[in-house]
């Protein structure tokens, strides 16, 4: 569930300079063998970004990657790996493929799980045996791809023909609400306070739920005036490093997704600013709201009004829970 940090098998992957034949054929279930696999094609490893549905350019990213041990006698194994890309559209469906062996020059495709006419965003993949389970959310298109459904579980079962059969899709996670998370706001204490803080959303149900994207933050001074804080990756004091856009964090019972603030005078290390700066006004209170909750929570909070930026949510853990 954990994956706001690109795994680094995972993005190893990125630099190795091979790739996979674009489209395979499977083998069909029944008696028919399996076709033997074929080499990886030197320059199809990440998928391009135009057959993931991009125009070329665009960035391709991994959405996960996991093993899976063969059927039969022998101890062959498999790597399952999913991407998508990203474009002006916004973040596009997930590709799923099956490798045998490990990434690398001597990889041989085997089979495609998934492809991204399945309108399926991958959040997570991980196998037990010679079954896969992704955990994804379904898309619909409009100007940009909008990913606010459920959640779902789909299953991949490696059979010994060579094939990956689908199985019945289930209900995963439906996205978080303002009725089960519980929001604060909190600085470290090691942290320069006015400079930085973080907003901290717990799931406080009994059921899992998942979060994507920014909080919408404002700060309000003595007078009452409101300044808007930009939605930005990352900041000069943190933020989104790995990717070129929002995670999805899937939170269980109890888990919490937190999201970076900062202002002008957050210079990436704590306590540091700018002698030559005068000390900015500050806030009396900040008021936070996530996509489609009705309104919004104000706190008691101090931020320096100058340069206000917030980044995305994300599943890092920060402080208490309480």
Not at 102 to 116: D, E, F, H, I, M
Not at 219 to 247: H, Y
């Amino acid at each position: 569930m954990r994956t706001t940090v690109i795994a680094s098998a995972a993005a190893a992957l990125l630099l190795v300079g091979v790739g996979v034949v674009n489209s395979h054929r499977a083998a069909r279930v029944g008696n028919d063998v399996a076709p033997a696999p074929r080499p990886v094609a030197m320059e199809s490893m990440p998928p391009s970004a135009t057959e993931l549905g991009c125009h070329a350019g665009w960035p391709v990213v991994i959405d996960g990657m996991t093993t899976v041990i063969v059927p039969g006698p022998s101890s062959i194994h498999e790597t399952v790996i999913a991407w998508h890309c990203v474009d002006n559209q916004g973040r596009h469906p997930s590709l799923i493929r099956a490798l045998q062996g490990s990434p690398g020059v001597n990889s041989q495709y085997r089979a495609t799980l998934l492809r991204p006419a399945g309108g399926l965003a991958v959040l997570s993949l991980q196998s037990v045996g010679s079954t896969v389970d992704v955990v994804a959310v379904a898309a619909s298109a409009g100007s940009r791809w909008s990913w606010s459904g459920a959640a779902v579980h789909q299953l991949y079962t490696r059979t010994v023909a060579g094939v990956y059969e689908a199985g019945l899709r289930r209900a995963s996670a439906q996205p978080c609400n303002e009725r089960v998370l519980t929001a604060s706001v909190w600085t470290p204490p090691w942290w320069d306070a006015g400079s930085a803080g973080l907003l901290r959303f717990v799931n406080s149900s009994s059921r899992p739920c998942y979060v994507r994207g920014y909080p919408t933050v404002a700060a309000v001074d003595v007078a009452g005036r409101v300044q808007r804080f930009s939605q930005t990756l990352n900041g000069p004091f943190g933020g989104i490093v790995s990717g070129p856009e929002p995670p999805f964090v899937v939170l269980k019972p109890g888990q919490v997704a937190t999201a970076l603030m900062e202002s002008c005078t957050a210079q990436g290390t704590p306590g540091q600013t700018s002698p030559r700066r005068p000390a900015p006004a500050t806030s009396e209170r900040v008021t936070v709201a996530l996509d489609g909750f009705s309104r919004s929570t104000a706190f008691k909070y101090r931020m320096n009004l100058c340069g206000l930026q917030v980044h995305p949510l994300t599943d890092q853990y920060f402080g208490p829970t309480s």
